[in-house]
């Protein structure tokens, strides 16, 4: 008897791939979802507070045994060797700094929570770089593009991502509410968030007001965590084990709570676990997908069918599978890889900071150096970014890995330095992204496979020195503020940080409309395999200083009502409220 055909196949269960598969089955498309991981429950993570098994062993990532990830800086230099930021005894499983979790949930099990929309010049960066600094001001290798769609075309889907899935935060920029000001660069949006922003750490009252003090503007960091009970989940409780862990009381936004029950409560989801996914199949001619192949727990190779295949799984093991499958004919895949360089800042305050309590993300950020509001401070830093306070959620494993290079580390004077220091420790960082260049990209490493015979994914990624002055300049802004904030002592990461990988990896599927040069349209959908999608972060065409979920999920519910075929949101926001250049952002194009 013949294997029963899918309407859809979903490969990945976390972040894009768990809304997407949601959505369409309540509205009665037959859906199986595949996820190499187990499927998350509540119950799982009652006892979560461990820090060994989720910080030292990374129980929920997958390690470099079972998905091997190798690293060179640039092309000259061979084949690449074990990611070794990654590869090692200590700390080594920071899901930070692997790929995201395994199973139901995804990297939304365990991320810190920090929801950013782009800003509107976000969506035309390269020409905003141009227009104001010069067409020689980019790297000659650059691959950099503006995107397909504006900010005006998500700010709906924003929205719905917000009040749907549950966001804590306080706007700055809302349509009939003046008094909401305190970030004078948000763009327009028609609603606050659902929820009020989660209750400040104790530095971070201090971070705020030195930046009020300096000139600044700062403002609550949005949160995809719950600040009060939200749709049956409860409100946060600031228990301290949040970035890096699942949370045990569904605050957190992650969609195996937020997303699949809907899905599965409707009768048309099928989720199976540990199935790792390892190749899309093809028609003869190749212009369409006819279904996957999977290995399923039992080390068995299983081959289901469906009229459509959504490939939403993390942004480089998307490029790995649709390299692995064959599909790259216009050569674009794995191309324009883009990562953050977080540009951490640490210090001692002098009052206790209680770092083991609440969130990294019930903190205060400032914008004012962001994007191309940066060069009127200085023109020969190419982009700017947020700078974020760190208040809490920081474990005594994580401080040990975080300790300045002159603090002892073991007997007594290690003894003594965490005694005297964990309750004093805080920090502030910034994320500013690679530009993209011929020379940042993902491939088929030509001689590592993993377990089951797959080819391993090869990084090929360096920080050129565009990269490394973005860091800089924000970290002498840092330097003032953590003055202004009377920090004991503090220190500095690197301009040229050891890794190249931060769970958000984006861009190497990047989304537009010309087939030549790009891999999927603004939907989502393969410009070589009509019947196929390829969503998330590596739809990116550029890349800046907000963390990518929002924006993953914003264009996850538009490849949905593209899916179904129903009208596109628009936003309510005046037109007159967004940017007089929208037009040349692509505004409307989805429309």
Known sequence: MPAKKHDVIVVGAGASGAIVASELAQQGVRVLCLDKGPRHSTEDFRLKQDEIRYYARGALVPSMKTDPLTWRENSTDGDG????????????????????????????????????????????????????????????????????????????????VEWELGISGRGSNVVDRPELDENPWEAPRARDYPMPPLRQGTADVEFADACTRLGYHPFRTAAAIA??????????????FCHGYPCHVDAKTSTHVASLPAGVASGNLEIRDFCRVYRLNRSADGSRVTGVSYIDADGRSVDVEADRVVLACYALENARLLLASGINRNGQVGKHLMTHAFGFFMGLTKEPSNPYMG?????????????????????????????????????????????????PRWGAGFRDWMRDNYNHVWSMYSQTAN?????????LDPHRTDPWGQPAL??????????????EFLLTKKRLIAQEMGLTTWWEETTKPAYHLSTHEVGTHRMGEDPATSVVDVFGRSHECENLFVI????????????????????AYLTVDHMLDRPLLTSPV??????????????????
């Open 227 to 240: 600040s009060e009970p939200f749709k049956g989940r409860s409100g946060c409780t600031y228990c301290g």
């Open 435 to 443: 530009i993209p260049t011929t020379e940042t990209y993902v491939d």
């Open 359 to 407: 969130t990294l993300v019930a903190s205060t950020s400032i914008e004012d150096f962001s994007g191309e509001l940066v060069h009127e401070y200085d023109p020969s830093v190419l982009w700017g970014a947020p700078i974020i306070s760190w208040p809490g959620d920081y474990q005594p494993i994580e401080i040990v890995h975080g300790m300045p290079a002159t603090a």
């Open 458 to 471: 090869r990084m090929t990624h360096g920080w050129s020195e565009h990269d490394e002055r973005m860091v």
């Open 536 to 555: 998330g972060g590596g739809q990116f065409p550029s890349y800046h200083g907000y963390n990518p979920t929002e924006t993953i999920w914003a264009l």
């Open 574 to 591: 005046p037109a007159d409220r967004f940017l007089d250049d929208r037009s040349t952002a692509g505004a409307g194009r989805v429309g």
């Open 81 to 160: 060797t074990l990611a070794p930021w990654a590869d090692g005894p200590l700390g080594t499983a920071n899901p930070l700094h692997l790929p995201p979790s395994l199973g139901t949930g995804g990297g939304s099990i365990h991320w810190g929570g920090a929801c950013w929309r782009f800003r509107e010049s976000e969506f035309r960066m390269r020409s905003t770089i141009t227009e104001r600094l010069g067409p020689d001001a980019l790297p000659e290798n650059h691959t950099l593009v503006d995107w397909p769609l504006s900010y005006a075309d998500l700010e709906p889907y924003y929205d719905k």
